[in-house]
């Protein structure tokens, strides 16, 4: 059809096309249409899990306790449903979109199998750990090769928790203090990968601040790192044999003494915010512009204007450790540690900053002099007051993570009982830390390399492609018109480049 309309000072013809006037359309499959693979961008992905041997260590691992003999391997079917939460699943017929992908992932075992192998999981409670334990493998191999586990490094893990809603009738669905309804998971996150080290699936009415969830996240969290890391950070072990410096940040959380106690105990730092309260802030008031205040440094990885270290905001940080009794206007509620009559761990400094209000921003109530103040308490010892309020600012790392892990999976749990919860949370981890990793390795200094799964689906996974014999080899072969296609193209020349034999990816 013809529209015409004005532009300009004259008359201009625009011819538009209706792409689908001309189009025929036909449903029955044939020897052409079969070599059409639709979510032909998942190949690197499994290719890139079956190198790092998740296929095998998986089949190890899950238990199959049906009669007779499974017809589908139940560690490439786990894979399979790490693939389909990657793609965007999130329930378990949503396996069934994988079929179409068959001819670079080979059979794919129905929904009906995928739910099996769940129940099995929770039939068998050592599963879990078992796959833990193979992943924790993989870990420590690919660790080992960014230089992530090299001694004298430092590890930092965050941890959070994040509300999920439900609209129906679960287990353990509860009122949550947002006045909603459904979950509250925690979480415990390696800052140098982003990967999910462990998820703990809680009921909606859990605390944020409950000591012993926060404790067990952060041991599960330990126990995920490789041996050479997180040996020396137990309770009770020796801190001079600790060959990395272990830290862990949290919001505010993490501010309970008998949470700083804990990590004290395992050779762990910490790094947490504080809460304010009124007895602080007249502390605040009384310490004007002649305190010896230095300016914030932005954090890293952030793209801006202007200096690439000073904080765009003017914020201004202190040190107020050496204050008279100032841990005492704190408010700490820890406990008598042994023969220490304090409330805190021994080394805890107090770190002050502040910043401008913005304007139209509503001020609390501890906001004073148009200035609103932030505490963070942590007991590293070397770093200055303004590395300290940077390395906690870099905590908002955590909220990415978490903002993947929903888009990955952890925003619906399918099930009606917690146990079968708990293993989906999990799987949901495995798949968030295989996706780190693939993004890592594979496509290093690109976009995509810190990239949220809905651009991964839209500009990659969801890659159609056809598929060509040669010299009895399989080659995926992708659209050239397809925006991404160099980047594919670059992502497989790596893959061919790992040990392993693989198939070629064009």
Not at 314 to 321: K, L, M
Not at 346 to 355: L, M, N
Request: proline residues 5%; glycine residues 10%.
């Amino acid at each position: 059809m013809v529209v015409e309309t004005y532009k300009g000072a004259g008359l201009e013809r625009i011819r538009q096309v209706q792409s689908s006037a001309s189009l025929s359309v036909r449903y029955d499959g044939d020897e052409e249409t079969d070599k059409i693979v639709a979510l032909a961008g998942l190949g690197p992905l499994a290719g890139y899990a079956d190198r790092l041997g998740l296929t095998v260590g998986f089949a190890g691992a899950v238990p199959y306790l049906g009669p007779g003999v499974p017809v589908v391997d139940r560690g490439g079917l786990l894979v399979h449903s790490l693939l389909m939460l990657n793609v965007g699943g999130d329930c378990c017929t949503d396996l069934s979109i994988l079929h179409a992908a068959e001819g670079v992932l080979g059979d794919v075992g129905s929904d009906t199998t995928f739910r099996r192998m769940v129940a099995d999981f929770t039939k068998s409670p050592g599963t879990t750990d078992g796959v833990d334990e193979a992943f924790g493998e993989i870990r420590t191999r690919v660790w080992a090769e960014h230089g992530w586990s090299d001694p004298g490094t430092r590890v930092i893990l965050d941890i959070d928790g994040t509300l999920t809603p439900v609209h129906s009738e679960k287990e353990d669905a509860k009122g949550t203090y947002k006045r909603g309804f459904g979950f509250h998971p925690v979480a415990c996150f390696a800052d140098c990968s982003g990967e999910a080290l462990a998820i703990e699936h809680r009921p909606g009415n859990a605390g944020a601040n409950t000591i012993t969830d926060l404790v067990g996240i952060v041991d599960a969290g330990l126990d995920a790192l490789p041996d050479t890391v997180s040996g020396s950070h137990r309770p009770g072990a020796i801190a001079a044999e600790a060959t990395n410096e272990m830290l862990v940040r949290s919001d505010s959380a993490g501010h309970t003494g008998g949470f700083l106690w804990e990590m004290w105990d395992r050779n762990v730092r910490f790094c947490v915010t504080g809460r304010s309260n009124s007895t602080l802030s007249s502390v605040i008031l009384g310490f004007g512009d002649n305190t010896n205040w230095q300016k914030a440094l932005r954090p890293r990885n952030v793209d801006a204007d202007g200096d690439p270290d000073v904080d765009a905001r003017a914020a201004q940080v202190v040190e107020v450790t050496n204050y008279p009794t100032i841990h005492k206007w704190l408010g700490l509620k820890g406990r008598p540690k042994d023969d220490l009559d304090v409330a805190y761990p021994p080394g805890t400094r107090v770190i002050i900053r502040r910043e401008p209000l913005h304007p139209g921003a509503q001020q609390r109530m501890f906001d004073t002099n148009g200035w609103r103040h932030t505490i963070i308490l942590c007991d590293l010892p070397g770093d200055t007051a303004v590395e300290i309020d940077r390395l906690q600012r870099e905590h908002a790392h955590v909220e990415e993570n978490i903002k993947r892990l929903k888009e990955t999976g952890l925003e619906r749990f399918p099930f009606q009982d917690t146990a079968r919860n708990k293993v989906w949370a999990s799987m949901v981890g495995w798949a968030h830390t295989l996706c780190r990793w693939f993004q890592l390795d594979l496509f290093a200094g690109t976009e995509f390399e810190h990239a949220h799964p809905k651009k991964l689906r839209r500009c990659l996974f969801n890659t159609p492609a056809v598929l060509r014999t040669r010299n009895r080899q399989t080659w995926v072969l992708w659209p050239h018109q397809w925006p991404w296609n160099a980047t594919l193209r670059a992502a497989g020349r790596r893959l061919r480049t790992m040990n392993t034999p693989r198939p070629l990816l064009a």
